[in-house]
């Protein structure tokens, strides 16, 4: 029986084919809408999480003041980190892959007659392993450079790129603040960070190097540590935050005057920012979603009264209210249905598409789709019920009558 | 001296309205579409009904045909009250028991004649294959065979209504209701519908009650019932 009702619903929608289609797609643009929208959200989640996990997502940082959550004055009366807090950091905390402390400037990179301007950082052989980050070419600080503050550089792609136009520059001598620098090594390219900053701008020196010959102070800004696989940022950053209060003598008072972020934490915050944004710009699809609905609506109601002599004769040769109701029902949802089918097609398409433009993943989900049928199946009958309801009640003689 | 023999029971007739009216609105504003009509129709009858618009011909007939109730007096359809049924029960009265011819066909357009006429059988549950036999069967009793897949629109008005007449009689139904089968018709293909209908009466001994205006069409008939006013004003 039911097979019957869906092969009349079917035939009915043939018979007007151009109007059908045209109902449909109020549905379709609806559904293709959703669909594209939560899918290119989802795909922009993905790359943010992707982008933070480049940065290391087991990293943490140290830095002093408070952070973002003092005042911009509080950093400058916050005593510096110094390189002592990084060995002692490294020293009585289990659970450290790698630990960098880090010195940056902004400086004039010279080779020749070609300059750049670019972040010096100065930091330990721990930098490359804190952040995950791989050498192209040369190797990495020696235990004696790093000691004995040698001048020795290693420097970025973009300023391997810019400076060496892609030759070799492993040997070759840069110039610093007037200090020749010679090249030991080249990073790998990292490409943009989520924030658009170019990560590979950069050359990368000893941190006593940096202390003694650039900076002329003793100051660490930042210290990277990377947590070992497995084991929690949390534990990790609750010992932390103890021995730096103890290296610096917080009484149990006073407010920390330094801060340790955990990368976890910003990985979180993005994501749910821009889970917030799919959300908003999948309840706006939703809303066409609605309209195709209405659409449906307006479409039955007017075969409703079109097909009137057919709704009564039917009854008169023995339909029940029930039969008809089906009938007008079955019809709005093989439409909202069909709608729905070609909807995710579009959407999927589009998706893909938007995604290959925008340069995030494309991240397939079966959940939203489904969801996406649910829904559409939902608008068939919600919106089929009324025009369904009205012709089941028809009184089969004024039916029957009806011109 | 032998007993009387006794009486054979009179058996009851396939319809029997007694004193049944029709009124719509009330009080003053009361229009009485039926007043007090007593009707019988035996099984296997042909009956047709005339009388000018507004005699009440058309309210009897949905009343006879279970889409409709008489608001007062009785209407017993082969021993059933339908009075007492409901809207669905009526539904299922109609599905079973009766076979309806219109005067504008009332054919699915774009559907073919086989389809149409499967269509009473669809609402009886029959299957699929069943069911295209039974409407083979009932095409070829009204004599289009080979037609089964022309739509409404490729056949003529004679044979849309013979179609009609198929869809009516697929059902194997105990009544056919025929409202002015030959209103839309010329001459030729109402007398051709009218022998139809008169074969069938005659072979599968099916009831027939027929509203006409045209007086040589409900000659056909083996006695017509002339409505005046609301009630039956003469029998021949």
């Known amino acids: ?403 | 001296m032998s007993p009387p023999a006794p009486n054979p029971p009179r058996p009851e007739p396939i319809i029997r309205l007694r004193q049944a009216s029709k009124v719509y609105g009330q009080g003053q504003a009361a229009i009485y579409a039926l007043r007090g009509v007593d009707l019988e129709v035996a099984r296997g009858e042909f009956v047709a009904v005339m009388g000018p618009s507004g005699s009440g011909k058309s309210t009897c007939m949905n009343i006879i045909g279970c889409l409709d109730t008489p608001s007062a007096g009785s209407y017993r359809f082969d021993g059933i009250e339908v009075g007492e049924l409901s809207r669905d029960q009526r539904a299922v009265l109609r599905r079973h028991c009766l076979g309806f011819v219109f005067q504008g066909f009332n054919l699915l357009p774009r559907t073919s004649a086989l389809e149409n006429v499967e269509l009473p059988l669809i609402y009886r549950g029959v299957g699929r294959r069943r069911r295209r036999d039974l409407a083979a069967t009932a095409l070829g009793a009204v004599g289009l065979t080979g037609w089964e897949d022309h739509t409404p629109g490729e056949l003529s008005g004679g044979q849309q209504q013979r179609v009609a007449i198929a869809r009516a009689i697929v059902s194997n139904p105990r009544v056919l209701l025929a409202d002015e089968p030959t209103g839309n018709l010329d001459t030729e293909r109402s007398h051709e519908v009218m022998h139809l209908l008169c074969d069938l009466n005659r072979r599968q001994n099916l009831t027939v009650v027929m509203v006409t205006h045209e007086s040589d069409m409900a000659a056909y008939a083996g006695r017509r019932i002339h409505f005046r006013d609301g009630g039956i004003e003469a029998t021949d």
């Open chain 1, 1 to 403: 029986m039911f097979w019957e009702t869906f092969m009349l619903a079917i035939r009915a929608i043939r018979r007007n084919l151009l109007r059908s289609a045209l109902t449909v797609l109020g549905i379709v643009i609806g559904v293709a809408a959703v669909i594209t929208m939560v899918t290119l959200g989802s795909g922009a989640t993905a790359k943010v999480t992707q982008d933070i996990a480049k940065l290391g997502s087991n990293m943490l940082q140290v830095r002093p003041g408070q952070g973002f959550r003092g005042p911009g004055g509080a950093r400058s009366s916050a005593p510096m980190l110094e390189a002592a807090d990084a060995e002692a950091l490294a020293r009585e905390i289990s659970g450290l892959d790698a630990v960098a402390p880090s010195a940056s400037q902004a400086l004039q990179v010279i080779r020749g007659s070609a300059n750049r301007s670019t972040s010096v950082t100065g930091t330990t052989d721990g930098f490359t392993r804190v952040r995950d980050w791989d050498l192209a070419a040369g190797r990495n600080f020696s235990a004696n450079e790093l000691r004995a503050g040698k001048a020795v550089g290693i420097i970025g792609h973009t300023v391997w790129k810019d400076l060496f136009g892609g030759q070799n520059p492993v040997g070759e001598t840069i110039r610093l603040n007037r200090i020749s620098f010679k090249v030991v090594g080249v990073l790998g390219a990292k490409g943009q960070s989520s924030f658009g900053t170019d990560q590979d701008d950069l050359v990368l020196v000893p941190l006593r190097t940096f202390q003694r010959r650039i900076a002329g102070n003793t100051d660490v800004q930042v210290i990277y540590v990377s947590a070992r696989d497995g084991i929690s940022t949390e534990t990790v950053r609750a010992d932390m935050e103890r021995l730096m209060r103890e290296r610096r003598r917080i009484g149990p008072e006073k407010e920390d005057d330094f801060h340790v972020r955990d990368m976890q934490e910003i990985v979180s915050t993005m994501t749910a920012t821009t889970r917030v944004l799919t959300a908003l710009l999948g309840a706006v699809a939703a809303v066409s979603l609605l309209v195709g609905g209405i659409g449906i609506m307006n479409i039955m109601l007017v075969s409703v009264t079109e097909r009137t002599r057919e709704i009564g004769t039917r009854m008169a040769i023995g339909a029940m209210e029930r039969d008809v109701m089906r009938q007008f029902l079955v019809e709005a949802v093989v439409l909202a249905g069909l709608g729905g089918v070609c909807g995710i097609l579009l959407g999927l398409t589009a998706a893909a598409a938007g995604a290959r433009w925008m340069g995030v993943p494309f991240v397939f989900s079966p959940g939203i789709m489904m969801l996406a049928v649910a829904f559409s199946a939902a608008v068939g009958i919600i919106f089929g019920y009324f025009p369904a309801r009205q012709a089941a009640r028809l009184d089969p003689i004024a039916a029957l009558r009806h011109e």
